[in-house]
């Protein structure tokens, strides 16, 4: 059965950082799209960052290119450094898994990963 948790949310200053992690169960590691989505209260689960675990390709939300930096262990954990965060980087973030295949261009959408975390709030202060 697969699972996924996400760790490291909390709250932070305005261009401040922070170091999400999602650790995974129930699949094997390689040539999986691994993702990053975050929401905000009465808006749609957006895509900010997706990567292949066969390789090192990646790809990133524009508002959050050069600020947000996602990687993994080649084991079984996904990163998301978000460092000079933002008030609009305040959301809900979940990690989401789609297995067996390359990512999708521009991010992809919530119905092309089946799995997911339960979630982890980032909260900004200024």
């Known amino acids: 059965q697969v699972h996924l948790v996400e760790s490291g949310g909390g709250s932070v200053q305005v261009g401040g950082s922070l170091r999400l992690s999602c650790r995974t169960s129930?699949?094997?590691?390689?040539?999986?799209?691994m993702a990053w989505f975050r929401q905000t209260p009465g808006r749609e689960r957006v895509g900010i960052a997706t990567?292949?675990?066969?390789?090192?390709?990646t790809e990133y939300r524009d508002s959050v290119k050069g600020r947000f930096t996602i990687s993994h262990d080649n084991a079984n954990t996904v990163f998301l450094q978000m460092d000079n965060l933002r008030p609009e980087d305040a959301a809900m973030y979940y990690c989401a898994a789609a297995t067996g295949g390359l990512c999708h261009e521009n991010l992809g959408t919530t119905s092309e990963f089946p799995y997911w975390g339960p979630g982890t709030q980032v909260t900004i202060s200024s």
């Open positions: 990567i292949y675990t066969g390789g090192s390709r």
């Open positions: 129930g699949f094997s590691w390689g040539m999986n799209c």
